[in-house]
């Protein structure tokens, strides 16, 4: 079983910055991309920035500039450093990760895993 744990969330003023936390744990063969979401009230589930086992980004053009992935790929885990913070910027941010098990039988599984997601409010 994987788990996905998101930390690093909460409140802060306009302007000001957090850092967000992803460790994938289980049974982990290997993980592809890794990347995260966010979803504000009302509103559908939109990428915020994805990178790849070999360091290719990808960011939501209203976040470059201003927000940072990084991976440590021997720890499982997944940052996303957030400066400049907006009100915009309120969400609940979600980890997501393509990842690969090994089966008992020996079968490699490659699904996407979520995390449950963290709250990210930022104040005017």
């Known amino acids: 079983q994987v788990q996905l744990v998101e930390s690093g969330g909460g409140l802060v003023q306009a302007g000001g910055s957090l850092r967000l936390s992803c460790i994938a744990s289980?049974?982990?063969?290997?993980?592809?991309?890794m990347g995260w979401y966010r979803q504000a009230p009302g509103k559908q589930r939109d990428v915020v920035a994805t990178?790849?086992?070999?360091?290719?980004?990808n960011y939501a053009d209203s976040v470059k500039g201003r927000f940072t992935i990084s991976r440590d790929n021997a720890k499982n885990t997944a940052y996303l450093q957030m400066n400049s913070l907006e009100p915009e910027d309120t969400a609940l941010y979600y980890c997501?990760?393509?990842?690969?098990?090994?089966?008992?039988?020996?079968?490699?599984?490659?699904?996407?895993?979520w995390g449950r997601g963290t709250q990210v409010t930022v104040s005017s």
């Open positions: 990178m790849t086992t070999g360091g290719l980004t």
């Open positions: 289980g049974s982990i063969f290997s993980i592809n991309s």
């Open positions: 997501a990760a393509e990842i690969t098990t090994v089966r008992a039988t020996g079968l490699f599984i490659r699904n996407d895993y």
